[in-house]
């Protein structure tokens, strides 16, 4: 079994995104360790890129800030090894094709075995052109992990056949950041990943309330919450893990009632 699927164990999973480097790299280990102190059961962690195309505003100026301050793919890896010696949650990487093409695929997956990371996002490869990846994650033990979005429709069950990890549930089009309400019919999108596969589903893009995490919870496996967590970052600064920590709190205690 993938390590990534320990945290679908123990019921429904939340998982937290936070861009590395936002606004330092201390801030953002203090944030993670909150987050899963708090419940958080598999974290996502974003490495900057200068034009992060999926991401919205909120997401754009946490890697904008994140650059800024020098951080570097190199220096996450560090950053990384060293959380890994209390954080056991699954963690994965979601960055953009050319930060990996640019760092050389072999090497930079040969890191992520190295430190401790499960699977990686990259919500810009096309399906079609998984295979460029594929071989050199399968290599080294990391999950390649799919996106579905509304506009899959058929090839959803395509793509959920060859999931890996889990597979990541777009609730809606264009970019991330919180809606005040998700009109997708998230329950037909899950029926066909079922129908495929038997790894774990999560819902993104779109969550920020702990009614919302519920409800998508109930709809799949799991709910995955990035700008709502970057924002309490871009407002609370090196102050922010301590509001993270009860923000996810409320998230996870909402899932499991």
């Known amino acids: 079994m993938s390590n990534i699927q320990k945290a679908f164990e123990h019921g429904k999973a939340f998982i937290a995104f936070l861009t590395c480097g936002d606004p330092d790299l201390p801030t953002t280990a203090a944030a993670v360790r909150a987050a899963v102190e708090n419940g958080a059961d598999l974290i996502e962690l974003g490495i900057p890129f200068s034009d992060p195309t999926a991401e919205g505003p909120v997401i754009q100026g946490a890697n904008v800030r994140a650059l800024k301050g020098g951080v570097t793919t190199d220096k996450i890896f560090a950053f990384v090894r060293e959380l890994r010696r209390d954080v056991k949650v699954p963690m994965v990487f979601m960055t953009y094709a050319n930060v990996v093409f640019s760092y050389g695929a072999g090497r930079f997956l040969s890191a992520c075995r190295d430190i401790g990371i499960d699977g990686l996002i990259l919500p810009d490869l096309p399906y079609e052109e998984k295979e460029e990846f594929q071989p050199v994650c399968s290599q080294y033990g990391v999950d390649l992990i799919s996106l579905v979005a509304p506009t899959s429709e058929n090839r959803i069950a395509m793509i959920a056949k060859e999931a890996e990890g889990f597979l990541y549930i777009v609730s809606s089009l264009g970019v991330t950041g919180t809606r005040s309400e998700i009109r997708t019919d998230i329950a037909s999108m899950v029926g066909i990943v079922r129908q495929n596969t038997k790894i774990p ?24 919450v990035g700008s709502a967590i970057v924002r309490l970052l871009e407002k609370y600064g090196r102050e922010a893990p301590e509001h993270i920590g009860r923000y996810v709190k409320s998230m996870k205690d909402a899932m499991k009632s």
């Not at 589903?201 to 995955?224: H, R, W, Y």
Request: charged letters at 15%; hydrophobic letters at 40%.
């Open 201 to 224: 589903c999560a819902v993104g893009f779109g969550i920020s309330t702990p009614e919302q995490a519920k409800n998508m919870a109930d709809l799949s496996d799991g709910a995955i």
